[in-house]
């Protein structure tokens, strides 16, 4: 962590840091310095941020790792043991208080070895033993400390696929990296402290959110006008009321929770994206609608009609379109009972005629034809 990089790459290397490795080591000479305690701060800041985004334990474990420590058993007591007790530095000092983290102190080298025999007492091997013991505890505590969701991970609403489970799989990993190297590729304002980069992710989870609302909302309008005679209930431009009425919705209770300040872009494309998801539901609304409608009129005339009925089954979709109200001879709620008047008199004939429709239709959607209009990939 050099002082020569921008505060901003700090805290994206603190961000991947994390994401990568669920075994810190922050390796330092000597003595912790107060420049080390700040550095900690902020990891520790950045890997709550980031935990509570993904659902990751933010820092399983850390080693505090002091080489060369001229006091290695009076740990605590230097200076940074008086910034710690003095409140400066919270998060690492709540850190340290847990089973977490740990202090490793390797004592300082007894001599300088120049020349002579390097397996002489006092050689560079004798000095490099501490250092190999800690690297092979390192080695053998690395399996027990895998990469981990936090507990209540999917109490929070979040869906669980399959295979989840509290350790996550090589694969779960990499998806989550390219989530967030991509994310912190995008072009946009920038983020210099952890509290910025928590303030947009924040922002990215309620934009996420607000897509897959709307997208459920015509997965829903979808599914409820598939029958043949529940979307001629609902005519096309009635559809096209109740989306834009729900996107506007949306983007006002989503919009008002925005934390960061340059959020009128970021609702700029939130909008276009909504807006093009119900322009492609519209169009091919639009289309199903026409088609049962020709086919009620076909229908119709064919049982009723003769020739005449064909006339109206072709003319009744431009109808449609023409002049969308009034004029669904399909009409509103025609039962197997034959009970509604459509269409201005036609007749019992003709409500019986629909009436057998509808129930051929129930009864071909309970064999198993629910092929919905949105295909899913």
């Known amino acids: 962590m050099s002082p020569e990089l921008s505060r901003e790459t700090r805290t994206k290397l603190c961000a991947l840091i994390m994401m990568l490795s669920s075994y810190q080591i922050l390796h330092t000479s000597q003595e912790l310095k107060d420049t080390d305690l700040e550095y900690l701060e902020m990891f520790v800041h950045v890997a709550e941020v980031m935990g509570r985004h993904y659902g990751m334990v933010p820092i399983q474990h850390l080693d505090l790792l002091v080489r060369d420590s001229l006091h290695p058993n009076k740990a605590g007591q230097g200076p940074e043991g008086d910034a710690l007790r003095s409140g400066q530095y919270p998060r690492?000092?709540?850190?340290?208080?847990?089973?977490?983290?740990?202090?490793?102190?390797?004592?300082?080298?007894?001599?300088?070895w120049a020349g002579g025999d390097p397996g002489s007492p006092g050689g560079p091997e004798d000095d490099a033993c501490p250092l190999r013991a800690y690297v092979a505890e390192v080695l053998r505590a690395a399996p027990q400390h895998a990469k981990s969701r936090c507990q209540g991970y999917w109490s929070e609403g979040r869906p669980v696929a399959r295979g989840d489970g509290r350790l996550l799989t090589g694969q779960q990993l990499a998806q989550e990296i390219k989530n967030l190297s991509g994310w912190m590729g995008r072009p946009g304002p920038g983020f210099a402290s952890p509290d910025e980069m928590a303030a947009q992710l924040h922002d990215l989870r309620l934009l996420e959110a607000a897509k897959k609302e709307f997208k459920e909302y015509v997965r829903q309008q979808d599914v409820a006008t598939k029958?043949?005679?529940?979307?001629?209930?609902?005519?096309?431009?009635?559809?096209?009321?109740?989306?834009?009425?729900?996107?506007?919705?949306?983007?006002?209770?989503h919009g008002a929770a925005l934390r960061c300040q340059g959020r009128a872009p970021a609702l700029e494309a939130l909008e276009a994206e909504l807006q093009a998801q119900a322009r492609a539901f519209m169009d091919t609304y639009t289309l199903r609608f026409c088609g049962h409608l020709a086919a009620v009129g076909g229908a119709v005339g064919a049982g009723l009609m003769g020739l005449a009925g064909g006339v109206v089954g072709a003319g009744m979709a431009a109808a449609a379109l023409a002049a969308e109200a009034g004029m669904v001879a399909a009409g509103a709620a025609v039962g197997a009972t034959g009970a509604a008047v459509v269409g201005g008199g036609v007749g019992a004939g003709l409500a019986a005629t629909l009436g057998c429709m509808e129930k051929e239709e129930e009864e071909r959607l309970q064999e198993g034809d629910r092929e919905p209009l949105l295909q899913g990939e």
């Open 92 to 112: 690492v000092r709540e850190l340290l208080r847990g089973r977490r983290a740990r202090c490793c102190l390797l004592p300082a080298p007894r001599r300088p």
């Open 227 to 253: 029958r043949i005679f529940s979307a001629l209930r609902v005519l096309p431009d009635t559809m096209r009321s109740l989306l834009s009425a729900q996107k506007d919705a949306i983007l006002a209770r």
